[in-house]
Nanobody, 113 residues
Framework: QVRLVESGGGLVQPGGSLRLSCVAS????????VYWYRQRSGGLREEIAG????????RYEASVKGRFIISEDSGKNTAYLQMNDLKPEDTAMYYC??????WGQGTQVTISS
């Protein structure tokens, strides 16, 4: 079955860190560009980071640049989003995406004291 499964979300205080994981099954993740998106409550889904199949970074959205890091582990067929210095406005459902798959269920990130 071709799919992506996100995990690693949770409740964190402002200034904290989380690492999200995106495990691919049924295909080789590093054969595709991989993106992380987020969707705040009542908002649109927005692209926040992308990495090429070559491993080159495509982009970071301005509000996460310098705080978030996208990476991949080909041996684990997994992509990651390391999120540091988290802010309340980072609260959202986070999704990973490739052109090979449909949207997964996402993982909820909540930043609150």
């Amino acid at each position: 079955q071709v799919r992506l499964v996100e995990s690693g979300g949770g409740l964190v205080q402002p200034g904290g860190s989380l690492r999200l994981s995106c495990v691919a099954s049924g295909f080789t993740l590093t054969d595709y560009d991989v993106y992380w998106y987020r969707q705040r409550s009542g908002g649109l889904r927005e692209e926040i980071a992308g990495i090429r199949e070559t491993g080159r970074i495509i982009r970071y959205e301005a509000s996460v640049k310098g705080r978030f890091i996208i990476s991949e582990d080909s041996g684990k067929n997994t992509a990651y989003l390391q999120m540091n210095d988290l802010k309340p406005e980072d609260t959202a459902m986070y999704y990973c995406y490739t052109s090979r798959t449909s949207w997964g269920q996402g993982t909820q990130v909540t930043i609150s004291s």
